[in-house]
C-alpha cells in the first residue's frame, strides 16, 4: 500500500501509524494484527493513529479488489469512498472503548472504562473468590498447610502449622470479617506450637508466618474502623508466638558471613552438613518482620541480624554494584553471579526500600539507591530487565519472569511512576496473550521459555497494578485489574483455585499456594476497594507475602505478659549464637516518615558502606612500635612480679602465684588468639572488598595491629616490618 499510493503524505502517515502501533502494542517481541489494536486505543493518541492505520487498510481492499473497486465507483466517486471508510474507522475505534458493560466471568466482554458499578461488582466477585477459596481450605485441608484443589485433600508443604490459615488472617481483616478472624485467632493461638524437630524453610517461614503473626497481633489489638476490634480477651499471644518462632529462626544467623542458612530446625537450629548456599533473597528479606519484632519486643538481636545479612550481600557486591544469585554464607563466595531483579533476588530489592520507608533508614535507603542505579544501568532494557553478569554486566538472560512484576509496585514507592507505568503495561501484555504470566517468557524469540510454562497464581502483578492506581488513579489500571480477575475465576473448580501447569494449554495443577488468599486476592481486592482502611485510614507497608504494616506508632504497643516470652537460653536443645552482635544499638521506630511512601524528601546523599582501605606502611609501623613498647612494659611488670614472688613465697602453697600468673597469662592469651583471627580474617576480607571496589576511603583513625610481629617466637625487626609493609602497600 504505501508503494503503491501516489500521495506522499499518505504514505508518510501509513508508515507513522503503522510503525506506531506495532511498536505500542506488540510487546516489540512478537507479531500483532491490525484489529488487536483496537483493545489497546488507551489514550487519544492511540486512537488516532488506530484510525489512520484502519482506514488505510479499507481503501487499498478497495483500491486493489476489481470488484469493490467496481461496485464503489457505480454508487459514489472515490473521494466519497474515502470519507465513507473514515466514518467507518471512527465508529469501530468508538466503539472499542466504549462496549458492553456486561460481565460473565468467562469472556473478556467489559467496557473500556470501568464504571463506579462495575468497580462493585468486582470487589464483591473478588470477595466471593476469596471465600470460595477459604472455605474450600478449613472444609478439605485445614489444619494442614495447603490445599489440592483438584484432589480436594490437604498436605504439609512448610512446617505443618496451618500455614493457609496463618497466612491468611490479616485478609480477614481486609475482608471485613472481624467475627471470622477472631475465632482463628483463638484457634491458633490455643493449637500451634513451634517446638517441633522439623527443619523449615528460613525465608518462607520468616515471610509467611512470622509476618502473618505479627500483622495479626497488630490488628487484633487495634480498633479498625468500619471493621471492628480490638479482640477483648486479647493481651498479646501472638506476639508471644512470633518471638518464640523468631528466636528459632536466629540459629540460621551464626555464620561468618551475617547470611542465614536456607534452612533451620526448630528445635535443634541448623541441620548437620546443612548446604552453605542460599539465594540473595533468602538471606536478605529479614528487616521487615525481625525489625518489628525487635520494636514490639525490646529484644535487638533480631534487627542487628537482619541488618547484618544485608550488609553481608552488600559488602560483597561487584565492581558494578551488582549482586549475584546464589552465594555460600560461609566463604562469602558468589556460587551463582547471575545478577536480576528476579526469582532469588527480587525480595532483597524490595526489603532495602520498605526497610527504609518503615523505619525511616538512611543506610537501608542508600543501599537501595545504590542497587536501583545499577540495575537500571545494566540491567534494563527499555521496558524489559534481563539477568546480567555481576562482574562484567554481559546479558546472559533475556528472559521476563513472573516474579519480576513486583519491579513497578517498588518503582512507584521509590516515585518513579513513569518507569513502573510502562513496565506493568509490557507486563499486563504478557498476560493479555496468554491469561496469565508464565514463569519465563523469552524476550528473543517471543515465546515461553521451555519448562517455565507454569503460574502457580502468584501475586507480583496484582501488587504492581494496585499500587500504581494508588498512586495515579488512573482507570486504565482497574482495566488491567479486571483482566486478572477475569483470567482467575477461570481457574475455578469445585474444591478452591488451581494453578496453572501450562500458560499455553491451560492445563490446572493440583495446588494452590497460601499466597493466593493472602496476596493475590486482597491486592485485587484492595484495587476496587477504594474505602477499604487500608486504603483510607493509615498508610501501611506490605511485606513481600501481603502483609500490611502500619507506618504510625499509634499500634506499636507491647503487651503486658513481655516478661514471659520464650528466650533461647531457656530452651535445651537451641545452639548458643556466638557470632551476632548483642550490644545495644539505636533504632528508629516506624511512623516518623513524612512522605505517606514516598521518598522524595529523603536527601540523596549517598553513604559510603564499602569496606576500610588497607593500612598504610606509616599506620604498621607505628602499630608495631606502639606494641612492642607494650610487651616490654608488661615483660617489665612480670618480670618485677615474680621477683617479689620468689622473695615472700606463701608457706602453705609456694607455688600458687607463681601457677595462678600462668593461669591468668594463658586465660589471656587464649582470649587474643580467639579475637585476633577473627579481626585477622576481617582484614583480609576488608581489603579484598576495598580493591575490588576500588573506592577510596580514609584509612582508620586508630592505629591497626599487624597480623604477625613475631617469627619463632622472636620479634620482627623494624626494617623487617618496613619491608613487609611496603610489600602489602605494592
Not at 478439605?140 to 498447610?145: K, S, T
Not at 544485608?310 to 555460600?328: C, E, F, P, Q, Y
Amino acid at each position: 500500500a504505501v508503494v503503491s499510493t501516489q500521495s506522499t503524505g499518505e504514505r508518510v502517515w501509513l508508515m507513522i501509524s503503522f510503525i506506531h502501533l506495532q511498536f505500542k502494542h506488540t510487546n516489540y517481541h512478537y507479531p500483532s494484527f491490525p484489529f488487536t489494536t483496537l483493545y489497546h486505543t488507551d489514550s487519544p493518541l492511540n486512537r488516532y493513529f488506530t484510525v489512520i492505520y484502519l482506514y488505510y487498510i479499507f481503501f487499498y481492499l478497495f483500491e486493489f479488489s476489481p470488484i469493490l473497486n467496481q461496485f464503489s465507483m457505480m454508487y459514489c466517486s472515490q473521494t466519497n469512498i474515502k470519507l465513507w471508510i473514515l466514518f467507518i474507522c471512527i465508529l469501530l475505534c468508538s466503539s472499542a472503548t466504549r462496549g458492553s458493560t456486561e460481565f460473565d466471568g468467562k469472556h473478556n466482554s467489559y467496557s473500556y472504562f470501568v464504571t463506579n458499578e462495575e468497580r462493585i461488582e468486582l470487589r464483591e466477585k473478588v470477595r466471593s473468590m476469596f471465600y470460595h477459596g477459604y472455605t474450600s481450605y478449613m472444609k478439605n485441608a485445614f489444619p494442614l498447610d495447603e490445599l489440592k484443589p483438584l484432589s480436594c485433600i490437604g498436605v504439609d508443604t512448610l512446617g505443618g502449622y496451618s500455614l493457609t490459615l496463618v497466612d491468611t488472617l490479616d485478609t480477614l481483616v481486609v475482608m471485613g470479617n472481624y467475627s471470622e478472624f477472631e475465632k482463628r485467632v483463638r484457634w491458633v493461638v490455643d493449637n500451634i506450637n513451634f517446638d517441633k524437630d522439623l527443619a523449615v524453610s528460613v525465608f518462607e517461614t520468616n515471610i509467611r508466618i512470622l509476618g502473618g503473626l505479627l500483622s495479626a497481633h497488630l490488628m487484633a489489638q487495634d480498633s479498625i474502623p468500619g471493621v471492628g476490634g480490638p479482640i477483648n480477651w486479647y493481651s498479646g499471644e501472638l506476639l508471644d508466638m512470633a518471638l518464640d518462632l523468631g528466636w528459632r529462626l536466629l540459629p540460621a544467623f551464626d555464620t561468618k558471613t551475617g547470611v542465614p542458612y536456607g534452612t533451620v530446625n526448630l528445635r535443634y537450629g541448623v541441620p548437620p552438613g546443612e548446604t552453605a548456599v542460599t539465594c540473595t533473597a533468602g538471606g536478605g528479606t529479614f528487616a521487615i518482620e525481625f525489625g518489628i519484632l525487635s520494636i514490639l519486643t525490646g529484644q535487638t538481636a533480631f534487627e542487628k541480624a537482619a541488618r547484618r545479612a544485608v550488609k553481608g550481600l552488600w559488602a560483597r557486591r561487584s565492581s558494578l554494584n551488582l549482586l549475584g544469585n546464589h552465594i555460600d554464607t560461609q566463604t562469602g563466595i558468589w556460587t551463582l553471579q547471575d545478577a536480576g531483579i528476579g526469582s532469588g533476588v527480587d525480595s532483597f530489592y524490595e526489603y532495602l526500600l520498605k526497610g527504609a520507608v518503615l523505619f525511616d533508614d538512611n543506610e537501608y535507603y542508600s543501599i537501595f539507591k545504590q542497587a536501583y542505579d545499577a540495575v537500571l544501568t545494566w540491567l534494563r532494557r527499555d521496558v524489559w530487565y534481563m539477568e546480567a553478569n555481576m562482574q562484567k554486566g554481559a546479558i546472559v538472560w533475556p528472559l521476563f519472569s513472573s516474579l519480576q512484576a513486583y519491579w513497578p509496585g517498588l518503582q512507584v514507592l521509590y516515585g518513579d511512576i513513569e518507569l513502573a507505568s510502562a513496565s506493568a503495561k509490557a507486563f499486563h501484555n504478557i498476560w493479555k496473550r496468554y491469561g496469565f504470566t508464565p514463569e519465563g517468557y523469552n524476550l528473543i524469540t517471543g515465546n515461553v521459555q521451555p519448562n517455565q510454562k507454569g503460574y502457580p497464581l502468584r501475586p507480583e502483578l496484582a501488587e504492581s497494578i494496585f499500587y500504581l492506581y494508588r498512586a495515579t488513579s488512573d482507570p486504565v489500571w482497574l482495566r488491567l485489574g479486571r483482566d486478572m480477575v477475569t483470567s482467575l475465576d477461570s481457574t475455578k473448580v469445585e474444591c478452591g483455585f488451581t494453578a496453572i501447569e501450562d500458560v499455553e494449554t491451560h492445563q490446572a495443577a493440583d495446588r494452590m499456594d497460601s499466597f493466593f488468599l493472602s496476596e493475590t486476592l486482597k491486592y485485587l481486592y484492595l484495587l476496587f476497594d477504594t474505602d477499604n482502611f487500608i486504603n483510607t485510614n493509615r498508610t501501611y507497608i506490605f511485606n513481600t507475602e501481603g502483609h500490611p504494616f502500619p507506618l504510625t506508632l499509634d499500634m506499636i504497643t507491647k503487651p503486658q505478659n513481655q516478661d514471659q516470652f520464650f528466650h533461647p537460653h531457656q530452651h535445651p536443645h537451641l545452639p548458643e549464637i556466638s557470632l551476632i552482635e548483642q550490644e545495644p544499638f539505636p533504632m528508629q521506630a516506624p511512623g516518623t516518615c513524612k512522605s505517606r511512601g514516598y521518598l522524595s524528601h529523603i536527601s540523596s546523599d549517598i553513604f559510603d558502606l564499602s569496606p576500610p582501605t588497607p593500612p598504610s606502611p606509616q599506620d604498621i609501623i607505628a602499630a608495631a612500635e606502639q606494641s612492642q613498647n607494650t610487651q616490654n612494659t608488661q615483660q617489665a611488670k612480670n618480670s618485677q612480679q615474680t621477683q617479689h614472688s620468689q622473695a615472700h613465697p606463701t608457706p602453705a602453697q609456694p607455688t600458687q602465684s607463681v601457677q595462678s600468673q600462668q593461669t591468668q597469662n594463658t586465660q589471656q592469651a587464649k582470649n587474643s588468639q580467639q579475637t585476633k583471627p577473627s579481626e585477622q580474617t576481617q582484614n583480609v576480607q576488608n581489603t579484598q572488598n576495598s580493591q575490588a571496589h576500588s573506592i577510596p576511603t580514609q584509612p582508620p583513625a586508630q592505629s591497626v595491629q599487624p597480623k604477625n610481629t613475631r617469627t619463632n617466637g622472636e620479634p620482627k625487626t623494624l626494617s623487617t616490618l618496613i619491608q613487609e609493609a611496603e610489600n602489602a602497600q605494592k
